[in-house]
Nanobody, 122 residues
Framework: VQLQASGGGSVQAGDSLRLSCVGS????????VGWFRQAPGKEREFVAA????????AYADSVKGRFTMSRDRAKNTVFLQMNSLKPEDTAVYYC????????????????WGQGTLVTVSS
């Protein structure tokens, strides 16, 4: 599967953004899909993931209650709705796909999108 992430931009603290991850070549619903982010000078970290089937989700503590992940199977797309954005959310956001049950580990993911930049100013 190929992944294309989009939706990043420059916003003010407290604003919202919705990131999209479009799959091609295979149904995204066949995979567990995760979002990771990498801030300048920092390692890439887990943000959120959604499982196949019932679509249950998992979130990093830093975004829980602010970010929501969802699927649109008809559009072969996964979304990351980001509300109440903070300056510390500034990063390049990547979507990735895996068959693994270990959703929080970067090395579990087989396929990666190219990343989309989110900048949050105070």
């Amino acid at each position: 599967v190929q992944l294309q992430a989009s939706g990043g931009g420059s916003v003010q603290a407290g604003d919202s953004l919705r990131l999209s991850c479009v799959g091609s070549g295979r149904a995204l619903s066949d995979y567990r899909v995760g979002w990771f982010r990498q801030a300048p000078g920092k390692e890439r970290e887990f943000v959120a993931a959604i499982r196949g089937g019932g679509g249950s989700t998992a979130y990093a503590d830093s975004v829980k209650g602010r970010f929501t992940m969802s699927r649109d199977r008809a559009k072969n797309t996964v979304f990351l709705q980001m509300n109440s954005l903070k300056p510390e959310d500034t990063a390049v956001y990547y979507c990735a796909a895996t068959f693994s049950v270990d959703l929080r580990r970067e090395n579990s993911y087989l396929y990666w999108g190219q990343g989309t930049l989110v900048t949050v100013s105070s």
